[in-house]
């Protein structure tokens, strides 16, 4: 999947890291989606708005399910898209 767009700087809270760590997920592998522009586990409303940010430059929001159910968020943050974080819905 060819990158859509810049990730900046990589952050994490510990939270998602150990939720990624419990369900054998690496970090990257998420990451990669996102980056992808597969949006995971969003309705068609929000990966049309995702869409609609790839042009505009505004936020862009990922959620994927893990294999424990545990759910875990990417955003990167808008112009100038200088981050993209990973973590859990309850850490926003």
């Known amino acids: 999947m060819a990158a859509r767009f810049a990730l900046g700087r990589l ?3 510990p ?3 150990r939720a990624l760590e419990v369900a054998g997920v690496l970090p990257f592998a998420l990451l990669a989606r996102h980056h992808g522009g ?3 586990d ?6 049309r708005a995702n869409d609609r940010a790839l042009r505009d430059g505004s936020r862009l929001f990922s959620a994927y399910v893990l294999p424990t ?3 875990v968020w990417v955003i990167t943050e808008a112009e100038p898209r200088a981050a993209t ?3 859990l819905p309850e850490e926003y």
């Open 11 to 13: 952050l994490a809270t």
């Open 69 to 71: 159910g545990v759910q």
């Open 42 to 47: 969003l309705s068609p409303e929000d990966h």
């Open 85 to 87: 974080t990973l973590l």
């Open 38 to 40: 597969e949006w995971g």
């Open 15 to 17: 939270g998602a890291l």
